[in-house]
């Protein structure tokens, strides 16, 4: 699957899950800045094992593979597993894998994204989060790992708009019109893998 040009005639290639990925496989990935994401909770789910090479990629982000969309249950899930799997990686590396999801975003959209600073992409998420330890520079990833959750979201601002505020969406969002229409749209994916089944 990796194999032929180095250029493949691709601007951007990412990959996802990567379970089954060889030694030589991640060298091609490495030599072609291509990025895997890891699913760690979907590859779980699915029992499909989990690729210990995951510390050799020079780009790796996480994803859900639409376990939620909780990027803080992600990543614990990712950091409990590599440690089963007696991996050598620590909280501040799996924070620097999330981080690198802003690369991605940049190379997908052309902008700049992750610092709060002029010309960069207003994402913000701000977070009420009571430290029960002293949180410093050297322990934020920790605290991540160990005592983050979603729960402690309290503000979303996605491209300088506003889309969650105090816990809540604001009114133009409706929540259960969405819900709504994901069940319907589900029903009609089930039906159409229905009708493939042999």
Known sequence: MLSGKPDGGCIFTRLVHGVFL??????ILNERDSFLTHNARSNMNNGVGYNGLL??????AFGTDGIGADMYSE???????????????????????????NRILE??????????????????????????TPLVPENIAGHFIFGMNAGITETVIVDGRVVYRNGQFP????????????????????????????
């Open 55 to 60: 510390p050799r990629l020079k780009n790796l």
């Open 107 to 132: 190379r997908s959209f052309g902008k700049p994204f992750g610092r709060l600073e002029e010309g960069y992409t207003a994402d913000v998420v701000v977070a009420r989060y009571a430290p029960p």
């Open 22 to 27: 060889s030694e030589e496989e991640v060298d």
């Open 75 to 101: 990543v614990q899930a990712g950091y409990f597993k590599h440690k089963d799997e007696q991996g050598p990686w620590w909280p501040g590396d799996f924070l620097r894998a999330l981080q690198a999801g």
């Open 171 to 198: 009114d133009e969002i409706d929540e259960e019109a969405i819900a709504a229409g994901a069940r319907e749209e589900a029903a009609k994916i089930w039906k159409r893998m229905e009708s493939l089944a042999p």
